[in-house]
């Protein structure tokens, strides 16, 4: 579950949701409850950090089974990992835009998971998030596409997201190229004191 919550999670982990004092209910949010592909990425990648740290194999099985669940869950007929599940379990919708940031992260956890020598084939679905970030690159104005419209193949040209300038420069076999996103995130970014997520 994509579950963002704030606040202290003490002995178990906070419910995903809360109490509507107003409506006198319990309510919970469609985007909190679904399953978004670059969540279940990043902890994978956080169960591979605890295997290659102690080198339990629990670690490394619970990473292979979040990889499987993007790969039987995400995948379609082109090139790349689609957003995953949203909604709630009684009437989950898939997702069917592609993020450039999620196939980020989903190119990073198979590209771990082959690193680390854990069955299942990853090179293949490390090849197909990889090919579509490239697709992504926009030579001409030196930026990433943050992703494609809900058809999964056009270029969402309508914002910028400065995750899908960065992350993409820290893949292992990032092209130096890559690296004119630095100076599109100082033009369209940029914001008195820092940087704003999107453009």
Known sequence: ??????????TKPLPNGWWDGKASQWTEDRDQNGTTTGNVAWAGLAMLALFESDHD???SNAAAKLGRWIIDNASNKSQGFTGGIDGFDAAPVRVTWKSTEHNIDAAALFQRLY?????GGWKQAESS????IVKQWDAATGHFFIGTLPDGVTPNRDSSAIDAQVWPLLLHDAPKEWQRSLAYIEREHAVPGGFDFNS
């Open 115 to 119: 690193d680390d020598k854990v069955p």
């Open 1 to 10: 579950r994509n579950v963002y919550r704030s606040g202290a999670a003490e």
């Open 129 to 132: 998030a990889h090919q579509f």
């Open 57 to 59: 194999a629990k670690w």
